[in-house]
């Protein structure tokens, strides 16, 4: 039977995993994201002592990246702030050191596809996935394919209305100062608070500023992407008192406007958790290796 | 030779013709939109008038509407604040009376694919239409697919920064006064400057002002919807002044973050008018005919 592998390639840590689906996981690894050489020299080397072959491998990647299967630069991280990262093709150098092929596409694109196959979206063509942690980023499907486009969505990077006078934290993007991310990832969190995210009990203030920013945002991308469902990962979101917060204020924003029962009525399945938790993004990579998509 | 017939249904205006695409437009009939009942008459009697038969129509709607082929209630113009239109079954009225196939989608849906059979986004499987007029309204295609989702996006309702101190006006959407349509359709236009938007001249303060919204609210398609294009059409776009400032304040906002060639060095084919002009809407809906999607 064909046995597949999956890279989840994130900023601060890499996971890869063997198996067929999440029932069925053989072989996990995870370790720190270093130096191209020794990260990609650690994938290979995990692979390479797998007892069986894999048929084929999947990558999802922190970005920004090229997951254009038509570019002569497909599977490449690009412009990365990270050090060293610039231009790492690291699909060609996984394929070139294995032999199977790869597939390729962006974390949260990775994520989403997971969840689609596994997880919280199945059955349903039209969705976003949405990871707060220490960054913000999101990926879609549509109408039953994953979104590309030019580049790839770098929807954490929105603005959502920043008041001041409510929060004089200036945001901590280096591109935008007060975008999304720079406002409500885990970091934003953890300098505006003096304290990082999980120590914050559910009814500090901080929840409730966190909860605003974040239904500022997913009332742009559900007026402008329309998705049948969200679903939403990442550590920042382990805070319990988050998605019933979050999901109240998505309501209010949208109500008398998107009239759709599926927001005024079932707003509890509308905005989710992930079914496969913090295994998404590295099942997901197995999806997208079974899939070559 | 199969022949076509496509409406284009409007808040304001009806237009009706009959054809096979841009250079084979056999007939056309414009009317304003009155009740349901004497609009969708005239409609009937174009098309009855007609020396051939249809073999498809097509049409693209005002909303907000249901344009689900599997749903009981496709075709029907919904939850409009226009009276007399509440759930109006626009596309089975017309279906019934004239018996043939009747394909509807949203009315920036259909222009959209007007573009894409045969104007501005040839060959372009992910871009955006937006029509800034009396509303503001944006319909998108995402990898070959038009976008739907869980309704249809609502994208001129998304919220954009607007600093009181440089524009006291409150915006004029009845459901949410400063969205992107509250402080930059037409009226919004006509009612800050007291004047009609036609009559501001190019070096009228209004249009950097009218640009900087314009651009703030195609930085958010960006980034979350990634799309190859973005055309504009809508009466507003008219003003010869306005596209060169858009272009110009979508490349500042991104400069530096989304580093596509197709932005920092295409802007000018990048953010482009409709090549089928105001024909878009009603050649669309003939090409939505033609599909039958
Ligand atoms: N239980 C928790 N409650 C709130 N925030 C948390 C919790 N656990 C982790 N975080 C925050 O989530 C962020 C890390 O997110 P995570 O998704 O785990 O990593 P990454 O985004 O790097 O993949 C950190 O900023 C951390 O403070
Ligand atoms: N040349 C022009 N310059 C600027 N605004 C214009 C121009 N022509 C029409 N408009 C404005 O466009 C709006 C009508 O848009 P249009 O797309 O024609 O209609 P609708 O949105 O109702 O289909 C009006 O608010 C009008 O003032
Ligand atoms: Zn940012
Ligand atoms: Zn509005």
Redesign the interface.
Same mark, same amino acid.
């Given at each position: 039977m064909a046995l597949f592998g999956g890279i989840e390639a994130g900023g601060t840590k890499f996971v890869c995993a063997v198996g067929t689906g999440p029932d069925d996981v053989r072989a996990v690894t995870r370790f720190p994201t270093t130096t191209p050489a020794e990260t990609i020299g650690r994938v290979i080397e995990f692979f390479r002592s797998q007892p069986e072959p894999m048929t084929a491998i999947g990558i999802g990647a922190f970005g920004?990246t090229d997951p254009d299967p038509a570019s002569p630069t497909y599977g490449t991280i690009?412009?990365t702030p990270k050090p060293g990262w610039q231009n790492t093709p690291l699909r060609k150098l996984v394929a070139d050191a294995l032999g199977v092929p790869v597939a390729f596409d962006t974390d949260v694109n990775a994520a989403a596809l997971g969840e689609y196959t596994w997880g919280a979206a199945r059955g349903i063509d039209?969705f976003i996935y949405l990871t707060v942690g220490t960054g913000i980023g999101?990926g879609a499907m @549509?109408?039953?394919? *994953?979104? $590309?486009?030019? @580049?790839?969505?770098? *929807?954490g $990077?929105?603005?959502v209305?920043h008041d001041w006078a409510v929060d004089p934290f200036p945001g901590f993007c280096p591109?935008?100062g007060d975008c999304l991310e720079g406002l409500a990832a885990g970091p934003a969190l953890e300098r505006r608070w003096g304290t990082r995210a999980e120590t914050l009990p559910p009814d500090h203030p901080a929840w409730p500023l966190e909860a605003e920013y974040l239904a500022?945002a997913l009332?742009?991308?559900?007026?402008?992407?329309?998705?049948?469902r969200i679903v939403i990962g990442g550590g920042v979101m382990h805070q319990p008192a988050l998605f019933p917060l979050v999901r109240t204020r998505v309501k209010e924003l949208l109500a008398?406007?998107?009239?759709?029962p599926?927001?005024l009525e079932g707003i509890d399945t509308y905005i989710v958790p992930p079914a496969l938790g913090d295994r998404a993004g590295v099942l997901g990579a197995i999806a997208l290796a079974q899939g070559q998509r």
């Open positions: 920004p690009t412009s039209t999101g @549509v109408e039953g394919r *994953m979104l $590309h486009g030019l @580049v790839h969505p770098e *929807m $990077h929105i603005r209305p591109y935008h500022q009332v742009s991308y559900i007026l402008i992407l329309s998705p049948k008398g406007y998107v009239q759709s599926a927001i």
